[in-house]
């Protein structure tokens, strides 16, 4: 090795002296010449590696560097040079012993495990023992950060030890493999409840890369071994969690499927990682490999049984003459259903003549049976074209009996990529009773045990709540179990019949492929029966629970809901005859629910879109528009005939808000859905707008306001009663509505103004109304307002700007910049400037007015990328915008913007003028402390000049 000189010993000594030296020392400093030097000194002592620091903030540390590491970092590829054979030992003490020293003192510095994870998968690896290995263990379990060293460790070191496949390399793989997918337990707090899940050490995203990188690699490399781990870690999180029978639930496939996504809980990296490393090694070694899955399905576990059935599928060929023992009853079960069906489908073609039968003798087996144990044919029907759907296309009997099917159940079965209801989520609220506890038990014994269970007082000890959501999970998951036995529910607590509800309204949503037509009878059914009870309607049963569990307010709103999603979209709508009965439904829930209170000051509209009368009031509203537009079709787009069967109802909500206890539901979801009334009868709405927007009954008038500002058209009709009635001034003068009402009430008069339905000139405008009250915040809001429409015009953007370009002056007229309330509003109309493509004589003095005070109201990015916008064919124009604005404001952001002006000034005269003002440009921003501007000239005149 080469001896130091005397200037390097020199520098050595100077460090010695000055630590403030050491960091840039250790950063540029290369070659292992330094290495005896520095361990004489003590540089490499492992009571250097420095301690996190305590910070003022609770739970949180500074963890400060250990210098010498960039050294070794950088010299650490050295090691693998013959020359240098004997610095490994040295290396591999260095790290042995700095972390040994750490653990016995009880502290980690996650910045030293990181660089050590660099520093060890340079050393040539049969010189690390498997004990040495061991500390990596604990840089896995800093306190601070772990993802470092997973980094290193899983996607870089542990590629390179599979690819050098000695034995000793394979034998540090499968022991880090092992230290890298520890699987820890710990406790989540959500809602008081102590929620148990499984985790890796590190991110699952780094999981993830780490899993694509090595699982299928080590597979291949160290087959049973690399398995085996996985397998070990998949076991173990199944028993601590006790979450084997319903793993379809939170592991919808075993294959990489988008319905796994977003699923990156400890379980799921697991399963990904056995299921690609048995991939590699059926690859590389098949009839080894074919013992282990045959084993596989010996075991007590299900999901390792469908990672058995996902490898018999891939890899066909090798288990031709074993798929007979998959052939069972049992796997056609929900929690095997994805794997079986795709073993079915891809491979049944190739199954023998007596395979095929055994198939099909499943399939025509399934029975569904109802609410009396007889047989359900359409539930059974579609239960068997699931499963025939996998092999229709293999045969001609086969395609026959899935026709069959389908026609009997009337309706096509949900591919399982996937049904729908097959992502039910997760329970945060633990149930008292196991999900596959209650999954087993028949609709009688389910009942009962619904029926019976008294839940703890103690809100944090599993309660009603995990019981009811668990509950709607098997629900969802199973829906062809309950569907014609859901009047055997209705007579349970709310609780279980809200779940219900809830359930087979979200798998309408989801579009699950069901038999709706039949599931819809039986569940609109079962909704009259239960609002049908004279319990439902007891005072006691509105009071809020407890635990937090459904009321009959809640079921109120969610039969609500279930009919508004169930008549919303003519593409996904219930059959037209069932429109009656769900009339039936909502008229006898506005015949007993009451309205909610308001006061002067609530948001009527959130209140009246949530509360339980006026969820029912969308389900009419929704129902008599879907109504009105089966009409249309029918009948030449006439629909007055329904309008006429339904106008009675909303005569009679109308009236409501004029009763001795007045209810505001209805008068203020009539203007919020003011489009869809000017649509079912433009002639009833006009009539009542003076009993909607009724000024004699305050309250009433402010529920209809509110509801009016959240529509997104201006209606011109309707505008200019408002506007006659003086509805809108009132609206903005008014304190005891928002200024988010009062936004829209602006937003409405820009509208009208830019669609022509009144001009600036005349001299009732609401336009011109507006500016001459000049208020600042209504100035913000308009000038804002007609900024956001720039993105919005649709070819119509020339027309906009003709209006920015006459309101302009109108404002600048009516504001004093003297003033600060001037100079805001001057600062937000640079938001105008936007609308600015060239600038003449006329929007040069509008601009140059506005643009001292961009800062004020922080809007001088917008300026600065509009001035940029201009430099492109105007760059000295836009050099007089940029030198006023710097009157007020110098922020150097957004840099694009300010180098894009730099740029177009000195390609305007690279010699000249151009060149002089950039500089001068820069030079006010050196003034005001701000070199960044200056940095960027010289790197734009350095690249000019290059091209």
């Not at 809108?728 to 936004?743: H, P, S, T």
């Given at each position: ?491 349970l607590d709310l609780a279980y019949i809200y779940e219900i509800i809830e359930a087979y309204r979200e798998l309408w949503t989801e579009k699950a492929q069901l038999p709706w037509d039949e599931i819809w009878s039986y569940l609109l059914d079962f909704c009259l029966e239960v609002i049908k009870q004279g319990r439902f309607w007891d005072s006691k049963n509105k009071k809020q629970r407890k635990h937090f569990v459904a009321n009959r307010y809640w079921i109120v709103s969610e039969i609500g809901r279930l009919l508004e999603d169930g008549t919303r979209s003519d593409d996904h709508a219930f059959s037209k005859d069932y429109n009656q009965k769900s009339e039936d439904i909502i008229t006898l829930l506005l015949k007993n629910e009451k ?353």
């Amino acid at each position: 090795m080469t001896e130091l000189s005397f200037n390097e010993k020199d520098l050595l000594q100077r460090i010695d002296d000055k630590e403030d030296l050491r960091p840039l020392f250790f950063r540029k400093v290369k070659g292992l010449k330094w290495f005896n030097a520095l361990y004489e000194r003590g540089y490499f002592n492992p009571e250097k590696n420095p301690k996190p620091i305590k910070t003022t903030e609770e739970g949180y540390a500074r963890i400060p560097d250990w210098p010498v590491l960039n050294y070794l970092v950088k010299t650490a590829p050295e090691l693998y040079n013959k020359e240098n054979k004997e610095y490994i030992k040295k290396y591999i003490d260095l790290l042995v012993g700095a972390t040994n020293h750490a653990k016995i003192n009880k502290y980690s510095n996650y910045r030293t495990w990181w660089r050590f994870s660099e520093i060890i998968s340079y050393i040539p690896p049969e010189a690390i023992s498997l004990e040495e290995i061991e500390i990596v263990d604990y840089w896995l379990d800093d306190k601070y950060d772990r993802d470092l060293v997973a980094q290193e460790i899983g996607e870089k070191w542990l590629p390179k030890l599979l690819e050098l496949s000695d034995d000793h390399s394979l034998k540090i793989v499968t022991k880090l493999l092992t230290l890298l997918y520890k699987v820890i337990f710990v406790e989540r707090k959500f809602n008081e409840k102590i929620i148990r899940e499984a985790k890796l050490r590190f991110d699952n995203y780094i999981a993830k890369e780490i899993n694509k990188k090595i699982a299928c690699l080590s597979g291949e490399k160290i087959g049973r071994e690399a398995v085996s781990v996985f397998d070990e870690y998949l076991k173990y999180i199944l028993v601590e969690l006790n979450n084997d029978s319903w793993s379809f639930l939170w592991q919808p496939a075993i294959d990489d499927h988008e319905q796994n996504k977003d699923r990156d809980s400890a379980e799921n990296l697991i399963i990904g990682a056995y299921r690609d490393s048995l991939n590699g090694y059926l690859k590389i070694k098949p009839e080894e490999a074919y013992k282990y899955v045959v084993h596989m399905l010996t075991e007590g576990y299900q999901t390792i049984h469908r990672l058995a059935i996902y490898a018999i599928s891939r890899k066909f060929y090798l288990f031709r003459n074993f798929v007979d023992e998959v052939m069972k009853k049992e796997y056609l079960d929900s929690n095997y259903r994805h794997e079986t069906w795709h073993l079915l489908s891809s491979n049944y073609q190739q199954f023998s003549e007596g395979q095929k039968q055994k198939v099909l003798e499943l399939i025509l087996n399934i029975t569904e049976t109802d609410d009396e144990g007889k047989i359900n044919e359409s539930a059974t029907a579609y239960s068997k074209a699931g499963w025939l759907a996998a092999i229709e296309n293999h045969g001609n009997e086969e395609k026959r009996l899935y026709k069959e099917n389908v026609g009997i159940a009337k309706a096509v079965p949900d591919h399982p990529d996937f049904s729908s209801y097959m992502s039910v989520g997760s329970v945060d609220h633990e149930s008292p009773i196991p999900i596959d506890g209650l999954q087993v038990l028949s609709i009688e014994k389910l009942i009962k045990v619904l029926k019976n269970f008294k839940g703890p007082d103690n809100f944090f000890k599993p309660g009603i709540k995990g019981l009811t959501k668990t509950f709607k999970q098997i629900v969802k998951a199973t829906p062809l179990k309950f569907y014609n036995k859901l009047t055997r529910f209705s007579k349970l607590d709310l609780a279980y019949i809200y779940e219900i509800i809830e359930a087979y309204r979200e798998l309408w949503t989801e579009k699950a492929q069901l038999p709706w037509d039949e599931i819809w009878s039986y569940l609109l059914d079962f909704c009259l029966e239960v609002i049908k009870q004279g319990r439902f309607w007891d005072s006691k049963n509105k009071k809020q629970r407890k635990h937090f569990v459904a009321n009959r307010y809640w079921i109120v709103s969610e039969i609500g809901r279930l009919l508004e999603d169930g008549t919303r979209s003519d593409d996904h709508a219930f059959s037209k005859d069932y429109n009656q009965k769900s009339e039936d439904i909502i008229t006898l829930l506005l015949k007993n629910e009451k309205g909610n209170k308001y006061k002067i000051d609530s948001n009527a509209v959130s209140i009246s879109i949530n509360s339980p009368r006026g969820r029912c009031l969308i389900a009419l509203i929704n129902l008599t528009l879907r109504s009105c537009r089966l009409s249309d079709k029918n009948n030449n787009k006439d629909h007055s005939e329904v309008w006429t069967h339904f106008q009675s109802i909303y005569d009679a909500e109308l009236n409501r808000a004029d009763i001795q206890k007045p209810e505001y539901e209805f008068v203020t979801l009539v203007t919020n859905y003011l489009p869809n009334f000017l649509y079912m009868s433009k002639e009833w709405l006009m009539g009542n707008l003076g009993r909607i927007f009724d000024q004699g009954h305050y309250l009433k008038w402010l529920c209809a306001m509110q509801g009016y500002t959240y529509v997104n058209t201006v209606y011109q009709e309707v505008y200019q009663y408002l506007k006659d009635n003086k509805d809108f001034i009132k609206a903005l003068d008014d304190k005891n509505i928002e200024n988010q009402v009062k936004d829209r009430v602006i937003q409405n008069i820009a509208m009208a103004y830019i669609n022509d339905f009144e001009k600036y000139s005349d001299k009732n405008s609401l336009i011109r109304v507006l500016i001459l009250r000049k208020k600042i915040q209504e100035f913000n809001n308009l000038i804002w307002f007609i900024w956001t429409l720039r993105k919005r015009a649709d070819g119509k953007l020339e027309k906009l700007t003709k209006k920015v370009y006459e309101l302009w002056p109108e404002i600048l007229k009516v504001i004093d910049v003297a003033a600060i309330e001037g100079k805001k509003i001057a600062s937000q109309l640079c938001l105008w400037t936007t609308f600015v493509g060239y600038v003449d004589k006329e929007n040069r003095n509008l601009l140059l007015e506005i643009v001292p005070y961009a800062a004020v109201s922080h809007n001088s990015y917008t300026l600065l990328e509009s001035i940029a916008n201009i430099s492109q064919t105007q760059p000295f124009e836009a050099y007089t915008i940029w030198m006023e604005m710097l009157k007020g404001a110098w922020q150097a952001y957004p840099e694009q913007a300010i180098r894009q002006i730099l740029t177009n000034l000195v390609k305007k005269e690279p010699e000249g003028e151009g060149l002089r003002k950039a500089k001068y440009v820069v030079s006010i921003y050196l003034e005001k402390g701000n070199d960044l501007p200056y940095k960027w000239l010289q790197e734009i005149i350095e690249d000019l000049k290059n091209l």
